[in-house]
Each structure stands twice: as structure tokens, then as C-alpha cells.
């Protein structure tokens, strides 16, 4: 399973919601997506990302393989910050992304069952930039204009050669 690379026109589509109890396939492509994160290597990946159009995401703090299907951030905190993101599909590059430090995620996991996740730091920086991808947002869409050119540029630069 290949990650898709900006500019690939798929990563600005939106994802369609999924169905666990009916989705046979889901807990295989979440297995496939969990493969081709750890190879890239990332803590996170959204199915956009591989070119397949379902809210899926699936992460690794650290903590265990996690799989989110239909997430959806119910709150947020006003304090925010700016820090510098990655993302597998802008491999070599950073741009800084200002994200709110704290966030409640609800979503389903694969056997269709409620799981809730709370909480800030990486968690909640990751939540928002994957489930970002779910909508057909980048990381380049959230930066200033001025860091958004830098970045392509040097996106441009390292895939030239």
C-alpha cells in the first residue's frame, strides 16, 4: 500500500463516513494502512492518505495501534499553538501549524463500538491534523501564506533532486 504524495489530486477529497457492522473490509485496509505508517515511518495515517475515500484513521503514540472510524472532534480548546508538523505525504518537510492544544474525539472502533479520546500534546495535534485529512485539508492549507510557500518550495526542491 503506497501513501499518496501532494500533489495528488485524491488528498483534497473528502472521505465518506463508514459502517463497522457492514464494512467487511475495514479492520484488513486498517491492518494495510497500520503497515504502510510504521514503514514510512509515521504515528498516524488517514485512508485519504492511500488514496481510498473512507473516514479511517488509525495512530500509534506509542501506546498500541489505535483505529478511528468516523472520528469527529466534538470540542476544542481556545488556547492554541503554533509548532512545526510533519506529514507522510510531504516526506522531508515541516511547516509550523497553529492547532488548539486540547481536544475531545469521538469516533467508533472497528467492531462499531463508541471510543472517546481526550487530551493535548501530540494527541491532540495528531487528532486534528488526521482527521484534517478525512476533509481534504493539508498541513499547507493551515499554514500562513508565507509558510505554505516556503514549504512547497522546499517540497519542490527535495523532490527534484
Known sequence: ???LLHPNPALKQVAQPVDPATDRGLKRLAVDMAKAMYLAPGVGLAATQVGIQKR????DLDD???ALCNPEI???SEE?????E????FPGITVPVERCIEVTCEALDLEGRPIRFEGGGL???MLQHEIDHLDGVLMTD???AFDRRAALRRYRDLQEG
Open 86 to 89: 510533519g506529514c507522510l505525504s
Open 64 to 66: 498500541g495501534l489505535v
Open 1 to 3: 500500500m503506497d501513501i
Open 74 to 76: 466534538v470540542s476544542r
Open 56 to 59: 479511517l484513521v488509525v495512530f
Open 123 to 125: 494527541l491532540a495535534r
Open 142 to 144: 493551515r499554514a500562513t
Open 80 to 84: 492554541t499553538e503554533i509548532d512545526d
